[in-house]
C-alpha cells in the first residue's frame, strides 16, 4: 500500500515528464533537410544553415502575419 509520501513522489515525476516534453516541442514548421530560407542542405534536424537565415526567414514570416509586407 502506498502512503502519501510516495503518491505524491508519483504524481511529481508525472508532472515533470509532461512538463520537459512540452518544453522539448518544436515550434514553426519541420525540418526538411534544406534550410528553410535559403535552401542550402542542412545537418539532419536542422532548419536553417546559419542564425542569418533563421533571422531573415523569423522576420518574413512577422511582415507576413502582420500583413506588413509590401
Known amino acids: 500500500m502506498s502512503d502519501i509520501l510516495d503518491i505524491a ?3 511529481e515525476e508525472r508532472i515533470r515528464t509532461a512538463a520537459i ?6 515550434n ?3 525540418p526538411t533537410g534544406s534550410c ?3 535552401d542550402h542542405p542542412v545537418e539532419e534536424g536542422l532548419r ?3 542564425t542569418n ?3 531573415g526567414w523569423q522576420h ?3 511582415r507576413v502575419g502582420s500583413n506588413q509586407l509590401n
Request: charged fraction near 20%; glycine fraction near 8%; proline fraction near 4%.
Open 48 to 50: 536553417w544553415c546559419g
Open 9 to 11: 513522489a508519483e504524481t
Open 53 to 55: 537565415c533563421r533571422d
Open 21 to 26: 516534453a512540452t518544453h522539448r516541442q518544436v
Open 36 to 38: 528553410l530560407w535559403c
Open 28 to 30: 514553426g514548421p519541420s
Open 60 to 62: 518574413y514570416q512577422d
